[in-house]
């Protein structure tokens, strides 16, 4: 897969939020360069902090980086790219006052997806998440994981070459949220989709990753690349084995120093903000 | 569970049915009617409509009793009597034509209200700069006792309707914008940010994010501003008495008129219930999905 054609770009991307000095500085990510394949599902995990989702709304054009810079197929990132890049976020960002099936179509109606085309795609992508049967329910009278399962149908139906995930799975429990992983993994051998996933578990990291971005902690940067060959759609057989073992055990020894500097960087700040300093 | 709790009646209810002198004590009789009150209790928290009725019955009757054997004809008049005026009262010269112009004043005080404060509430909501520069000032109108600048409305607007109108729009203008910056706030980001990542315009996140959204707080305001609106214009129209319901009133106080003082004042009410009512369908069709 390494030889195949550059997704995401990503050039010396560094963000800082407020200006040196301000209470809210934050230097949240520093120099990531990082290529992204066509066609791989990319993990991003790291301590709590260290930019992933920063950089995530980067690549999505939500956020100007202040330093660095993106392309998608070879465009470079100036602004949300509809057409390219599609989103999960991980609580439920469906509008609570429109049916799953609505949701879907307005998507595409954001999007410009032409009419004719909103129910044919919107019934596919439902059946492809396996939620057919409640097109027609609020998102309130679903459980979290259907409500992410919408989210993902919503995503898919936008049709991109490119899904953005960060935590999509990240407030639901184990055993829904490994289900969920190994549908993704089925859809992903289906489809030819580029996925940069955010994770926290380092479970679903590798059963789900061709390739594992570990990052440091803030300000974040790509500590070291980790490649998961295994081909999709991966079997639950998967994660019982040796294989799948080790690469966690690598990933666990990687993250370990780093959660612990995360962790002693953010004493100091507490303290700071036990003062009435920044939150 | 359910088997449980059936099993355990059918024991109670036993001695209940085989009419034993021993044992249905004196306990068992007073445990049934607590049962009794029990059932009637939860009767009634399913139908709060009969426990309001009854305290409309109750209030009235207090009322009719009060006016009838204890207080002065003068100045208080008993419901019964005011109900059966209401004709005469709606026959009486020149009413008629004051309900229409109170009315006529209220449903353009209304629209007014409503076109000004609905897009400068959107507006001040919308923008956090807008919020912290702008909101203090609307705060402070709001709460300003505004019945002590009637006379500066009377100056600018004249005697006419439009100083009614106009000191309606008053009280119902800031009640909007109020309710509609706080509903603006609570608005989840995530929504404004996933529809941006989809490529909604200004415009679509206007029309199918934050106007949904503010369906709830927009009627919500709609309802204040109303009662804010009622509140101005007859403030006004008691102030400067030329024509409409407020004219009437001062009258009929004025002449000891108590009766139809009070049709007048139901006729009112009936219009206010109606309005409040129209706007509560209204809201109840937007608000499915809840
Ligand atoms: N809008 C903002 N203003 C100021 N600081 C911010 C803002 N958003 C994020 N930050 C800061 O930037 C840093 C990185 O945030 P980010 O959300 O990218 O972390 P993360 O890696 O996604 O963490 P988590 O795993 O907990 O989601 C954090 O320290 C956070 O406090
Ligand atoms: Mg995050």
Known sequence: ?279 | MTSIRSSGVATTARPRAGEDPVLSSPLDSRLRGNERIKAARTFLLRHPGIVRLGAVVVILLVWEIAARFFMDPMFISPPSRVFASLGRVLHTAGVPDALQLTFFELAVGFAIAVAIGLPLGLAIGLQPFARRSLMPIVLLVYGMPKITILPLFILFFGIGPESKIAFGVAHGVFPIIITIVAGVQNLKPILLVSARSMGASRWQMLRWVIFPHMIPSFFAGMRLGMSGVLLGVLLAELYVSTAGIGYFTTMFTENFQPTKLFGLIAMLAAMAIALNEMVRRAEHRFNRWR
Not at chain 1, 93 to 99: K, Q, R, Y
């Open chain 1, 1 to 279: 897969m390494s030889t195949g054609e550059i997704a995401i770009r990503i050039k010396n991307v560094g963000h800082q939020f407020g200006e040196a000095g301000e209470a809210r500085h934050v230097r949240a990510l520093t120099d990531t360069s990082l290529d992204v394949v066509r066609g791989e599902l990319l993990c991003l995990i790291g301590p709590s902090g260290c930019g992933k989702s920063t950089l995530l709304n980067v690549i999505g054009g939500l956020l100007a980086p202040t330093g660095g810079t993106v392309e998608v197929a070879g465009k470079p990132v100036r602004g949300p790219m509809p057409g390219d890049i599609a989103y999960v976020f991980q609580e439920s960002a469906l509008f609570p006052w429109n049916t799953v099936d609505e949701n879907i179509r307005l998507g595409m109606r954001f999007q410009g997806v032409p009419k004719s085309e909103h129910a044919g795609r919107a019934e596919k992508s439902l059946e492809a998440v396996g939620l057919a049967e409640f097109a027609d329910h609020y998102p309130g009278q679903l459980s979290g994981g259907m409500r992410q399962r919408a989210a993902l149908a919503r995503a898919l139906a936008l049709q991109t070459g490119i899904l953005l995930m960060d935590e999509p799975f990240g407030a639901l429990d184990e055993q829904t949220r490994m289900i969920l992983g190994e549908d993704l993994s089925v859809l992903l051998a289906r489809t030819e989709k580029t996925i940069v996933f955010v994770t926290h578990s380092l479970g679903e990291a590798v059963f789900l990753a061709d390739r594992v971005a570990v990052f440091s902690a803030r300000p974040g940067t790509v500590k070291k690349l980790i490649r998961v060959d295994e081909p999709h759609p991966r079997n639950p057989a998967f994660v019982t084995s040796e294989k799948f073992t080790a690469l966690r055990n690598e990933l666990y020894d990687l993250l370990h120093d780093e959660i612990r500097a995360a962790v002693a960087s953010e004493a100091p700040r507490r303290r700071r903000g036990a003062n009435g300093g920044a939150p």
